[in-house]
T-cell receptor, first 113, second 114 residues
Framework: QQQVKQSPQSLIVQKGGISIINCAYE??????FPWYQQFPGKGPALLIA?????SEKKEGRFTISFNKSAKQFSLHIMDSQPGDSATYFC????????????FGQGTRLTINP | DAGVIQSPRHEVTEMGQEVTLRCKPI?????LFWYRQTMMRGLELLIY????????DSGMPEDRFSAKMPNASFSTLKIQPSEPRDSAVYFC????????????FGPGTRLTVT
């Protein structure tokens, strides 16, 4: 079964700093690499997504970087704010069989004011 | 514009009882997903419907779990009999076919089985 390994499990960053979350995958049969953000008591919500033919995508303070040869992708949050404190999940969509999302284990991000 | 609606939001039940969780997807979405979230196992896909038909139920833990989607606007996840290890937050999500990576999650149902 396809797996996505996410690190770190938890991360504490000072306000204004850069938060970096990494994910590694094993297989190559995928379509998209989305990142989801989840606040306590809420369901996950799509934050940003990247296609495998693109090496980087930026939306505001959020940037996804994709390294196909290393089979890794990462989320960078620039100028991190206390409101960014949440759990972040990387994911990928499988091409083989029934298409579905496979999620990483999640990273609990805390931004200290 | 209403998002995915789930009910109940919280459910506390005793071991052995039947539990039914309900979901109303976003209108126009034709894919529906049931997930379970726990600290130990993270976010797990239980079952996935497309156009009301179950496509992949490989994540359903065991025969105690069953899911139905009688029409495009309603789905249920039933656990019978429930066990303490079923305690988790259960999410329903929906998406358009072409935007499969873009799933819209409901607020979840927190299930506690004592």
């Amino acid at each position: 079964q396809q797996q996505v390994k996410q690190s770190p499990q938890s991360l504490i960053v000072q306000k204004g700093g850069i938060s970096i979350i990494n994910c590694a995958y094993e297989n190559t049969a995928f379509d998209y690499f989305p990142w989801y953000q989840q606040f306590p008591g809420k369901g996950p919500a799509l934050l940003i997504a990247i296609r495998p033919d693109v090496s980087e995508k930026k939306e505001g303070r959020f940037t996804i970087s994709f390294n196909k040869s290393a089979k890794q992708f990462s989320l960078h949050i620039m100028d991190s704010q206390p409101g960014d404190s949440a759990t972040y999940f990387c994911a990928l969509t499988l091409k083989q069989g029934a298409q579905k999302l496979v999620f990483g284990q999640g990273t609990r991000l805390t931004i200290n004011p | 514009d209403a998002g995915v609606i789930q009910s109940p939001r919280h459910e506390v039940t005793e071991m052995g009882q039947e539990v039914t969780l309900r979901c109303k997807p976003i209108s126009g979405h034709n894919s529906l997903f049931w997930y379970r979230q726990t600290m130990m196992r993270g976010l797990e896909l239980l079952i996935y419907f497309n156009n009301n038909v179950p496509i992949d139920d490989s994540g359903m833990p065991e025969d105690r779990f069953s899911a139905k989607m009688p029409n495009a606007s309603f789905s249920t996840l039933k656990i019978q009999p429930s066990e303490p290890r079923d305690s988790a937050v259960y999410f329903c999500a929906s998406s358009l076919d072409r935007g499969l990576y873009e799933q819209y999650f409901g607020p979840g149902t927190r299930l506690t089985v004592t």
